[in-house]
């Protein structure tokens, strides 16, 4: 298969990852906004981690951070290979401090390890962040899909970004860029299933980058058939998005691409749920699915 990559990184001899992967995040949200995407500098924030001077950083630590004060631009991937004394030894200048604004998110979302919910994420140009506990040597396997092993201690910790997903051998996996450099997995590529995704990966969210401020219209649109997950590219999803937006019950930084995916399905049932359309165990039994009794509903409020 062929993968979606960006510029392999190195962190060899630091506990940097988080901020590595942080970096790779902030870089495809501006992807995402502007259609370039950016190497940015994992020491900034790793330089104001809050358990100075032991080396890595929390979680809830680096995504707070990348939300208050950014990255910027990595000049000559400078962060790569350096130690924690060196990273924590580097100084920034005002011009670049002004700049690590440009590229901060404004907030961050944890979510569920489920396949198809991070899947859609990434689908829509946003990077799951995710921290796994596991053994070495399951992290250092042959570029193939990565099992857990029956021993449940770990002796690794570490951030990493999910860039894609896909299948190999009919298996879906979602696929991350390491900062280990290439010499590891796929030239720097790991391969993840449900089954590590459960066993081993401890918590997976994202940043969001700043909000659209223009205020946002009421949608009018008229649905003349069910839908169900699973359609894509198809005009009467991308209006189900727009309303399901204006109504609260899906992200509004999600562009409306007309995929019918796991977080469209989620935000249907929050619709239903809004407007009491049914019984709880009948928007359960319907799992999100767009019939008879929502569509009209949605047509009296929004034709």
């Known amino acids: 298969n062929s993968w979606r990559s960006y510029t392999i990184r190195n962190q060899d001899g630091s506990g940097a990852c988080g901020p590595f992967a942080m970096a790779i995040a ?17 020491a900034y924030i790793y330089n104001m981690r809050s358990n100075k001077p032991e080396a890595g950083m929390g979680m809830i630590n680096l995504f707070e951070l990348a939300c208050r004060e950014g990255m910027p631009m990595d000049i000559a991937l400078a962060s790569d290979g350096k130690n924690d004394v060196e990273l924590s030894a580097r100084t920034f200048t005002p011009e670049q401090v002004a700049q690590a604004q440009k590229y901060k998110a404004l907030n961050y979302v944890f979510i569920r390890k489920d396949m198809d919910a991070i899947a859609e994420i990434i689908d829509e140009g946003i990077t799951p962040v995710f921290i796994l506990r596991c053994q070495i040597d399951e992290w250092t396997t042959t570029p193939t899909v990565l099992y857990p092993s029956k021993n449940s201690d770990f002796n690794v910790n570490h951030f990493n970004p999910f860039i894609d997903f896909g299948l190999i051998n009919g298996k879906k996996v979602l696929v991350n860029q390491d900062s280990w450099g290439s010499q590891y997995g796929k030239n720097g590529l790991r391969f993840i299933d449900q089954d590590f995704l459960d066993r081993r990966v ?47 019950c899906l992200n509004a930084k999600i562009p409306s691409t007309g995929n019918f995916l796991d977080l469209t399905r989620l935000g249907v049932m929050k619709y239903q749920r809004k407007y009491a359309i049914a019984s709880e165990k009948d928007i359960i039994s319907a799992n999100g699915n767009f019939g008879p009794l929502t569509r009209a509903d949605v047509n009296k409020r929004f034709q």
């Not at 069910?226 to 005009?235: E, F, K």
């Open 202 to 248: 401890e918590v997976v969210g994202y940043v969001v980058d700043l909000p659209n401020t223009k205020p946002v219209e009421k949608p009018h649109y008229f649905f003349s058939k069910n839908l169900s997950y699973g359609l894509r590219n198809n005009t009467d999803v991308s209006a189900l998005q727009d309303i399901l937006k204006y109504e609260g």
């Open 26 to 42: 902030l870089g495809r949200n501006e992807e995402k906004e502007n259609g370039n995407y950016v190497n940015l500098d994992p």
